[in-house]
């Protein structure tokens, strides 16, 4: 099912969902979700999952932050209108240059809106059929975002569609609020003093370690017997189908 980059807000991180919320989330049919939730060790309370936890076990993210954080991306990828007196903490009298952050007020809900995609079905992001970019993405053609992705099982390597936006179309990359304990999921970032801690504009060249492009490649190939996905607006990311 299609999904909008933005819009649809609104959604509290730490409402508890059910199974079959969570696997529409992650993009999975509903039998996959045990397996998954055994890997990232992600537990119910009361009979049912929160949103809190599963971006903290399987994003990676600290929901809590994100508030503040969307203030500073925005702050960076904004400029100020009228006569240009306003400071930078004037949120009200700049505007954000980048289309697919300015509609977002609430950054956790949008993520958690957009779920995940298999890589196989950023085909469409990058403007090529479903063959055409597996081809591609064997032979070390495709600029993917220099993330982690995440890797709900080997066969399915899945990405945020707000991170693939935002590299594909303006070479950035938000660095999320980690979760306690976790890791950045950059890879191969250049050191700069120069670096914004909210987001980094990166060369194209050595965007994934080699691990995480083998399993790419592994994961494409799972999917190899897919019909081709249909034509759809370009504004628009799709769930995989179960």
């Known amino acids: 099912m299609a999904k909008q980059i933005c819009g649809g807000l609104g959604s509290n991180p730490d409402e508890n969902i059910t199974t079959t919320v969570l696997a529409r989330h992650l993009g999975v049919s509903r039998n996959t979700v045990p397996a998954i ?3 990232f060790a992600l537990t119910k309370w ?4 929160r949103k809190y936890d599963v971006f903290r076990h399987i994003h990676g993210l600290d929901p809590l932050l994100m508030d503040t954080f969307l203030v500073s991306f925005k702050t960076a990828h904004s400029r100020s209108i009228g006569d240009g007196t306003c400071d930078a903490d004037d949120t009200v009298g700049r505007i954000c240059l980048i289309d697919e952050l300015s509609g977002i007020n609430n950054l956790a809900s949008a993520l958690w809106d957009q ?3 298999h890589i ?10 479903y063959d055409t970019f597996r081809k591609k993405l064997k032979s070390g053609d495709i600029n993917l975002p220099p993330i982690q992705p995440i890797e709900l099982s080997s ?3 899945m990405y945020r569609p707000l991170d693939v936006v935002l590299w594909r179309r303006h070479g950035i990359v938000m660095n999320l609020p980690k979760a306690d304990g976790s890791s950045s999921d950059l890879i191969h970032l250049p050191s700069s003093e120069h670096t914004d801690q909210t987001s980094m504009r990166l060369s194209l060249s050595d965007s994934m370690t080699s691990a995480v492009f083998a399993a790419a490649i592994a994961a494409t ?3 190899s017997d897919i019909s081709a996905t249909p034509a759809h607006s370009p504004d628009v990311l799709h769930n995989t189908r179960p």
């Not at 009361?46 to 999952?49: G, L, N, Q, T, V």
Request: proline share 0%; no cysteine.
């Open 155 to 157: 066969n399915r390597v």
């Open 46 to 49: 009361d009979s049912r999952f």
């Open 37 to 39: 939730t055994a890997k």
């Open 120 to 129: 196989s079905d950023l085909a469409l992001e990058y403007g090529y059929a």
């Open 221 to 223: 190939d799972e999917k």
């Open 115 to 117: 779920g995940l995609i």
